[in-house]
């Protein structure tokens, strides 16, 4: 059968590039990701501590709000809900910011930041991620549009409130969810899947 794509997406052949800031060539040797913000101890990852513990695999398309989709990507890295678990994020903390080496930023709302599917990645279709594609690091949220997949990541914070991100200054939906088809703020009313695929 036929995956069902969201609403008013089309399948698209190749990844696009995007780096609105430009590629940061990041060396994976001095490279940190650092969870903070409202949180009861902020921590600091190294690239090899996050790539020696157990990896996840799997495969989920990818769609970006431009309405071009990725069918079946094969994603692998670790649950985001496991890596700042550590941290210990305080009951306030209500929104995560990811923020990236060269200056992009993008806000997701905790449920989303710690979904069971939520993954740090590190490989895409089986092998690290490119300069280009975001090496070291970048999130994917299965249920969220393509931009709050922040490449170059560095920094997971948690904060109290919404705040806009790169994107979002622009009118871009705080949220994003794909199946609500959540493209711009103020977007909403439509029914929101929990699932990865509709079923339309
Ligand atoms: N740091 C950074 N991350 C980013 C972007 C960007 O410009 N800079 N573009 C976003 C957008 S709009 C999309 S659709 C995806 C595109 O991923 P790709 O460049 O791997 O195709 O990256 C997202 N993450
Ligand atoms: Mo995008």
């Known amino acids: 059968m036929e995956e069902a794509l969201p609403p008013g997406q089309v399948w698209g052949k190749k990844f696009v590039i995007y780096a609105a800031l430009g590629i940061p060539r990041v060396d994976a040797q001095k490279w940190r990701l650092k969870v903070d913000g409202l949180v009861t101890s902020p921590i600091e990852y190294t690239y090899s501590q996050l790539t020696s513990i157990p990896q996840t695999r799997y495969v989920k398309s990818f769609y970006c709000v431009t309405k071009w989709s990725i069918k079946d990507v094969e994603w692998e890295g670790v649950p985001i809900k496991d890596l700042v678990s550590a941290a210990g994020p305080k009951p306030d903390a209500k929104w995560v910011m990811f923020h990236c ?100």
């Open 101 to 200: 080496e060269e200056g992009y930023t993008a806000p997701v709302p905790i449920e989303d930041a710690v979904d069971a599917d939520a993954l740090l990645a590190f490989k895409l279709n089986g092998k690290p991620l490119s300069a280009e594609q975001g090496f070291p690091a970048r999130p994917f949220f299965p249920n969220l549009y393509g931009w709050k997949s922040a490449k170059w990541v560095n920094r997971i914070e948690f904060v109290g409130g919404y705040q806009d991100g790169y994107w979002e200054i622009y009118g871009y939906h705080e949220r994003a969810n794909i199946w609500a088809e959540e493209r711009f703020k103020g977007d909403h009313g439509k029914p929101v899947k929990r699932t990865a695929y509709g079923t339309a």
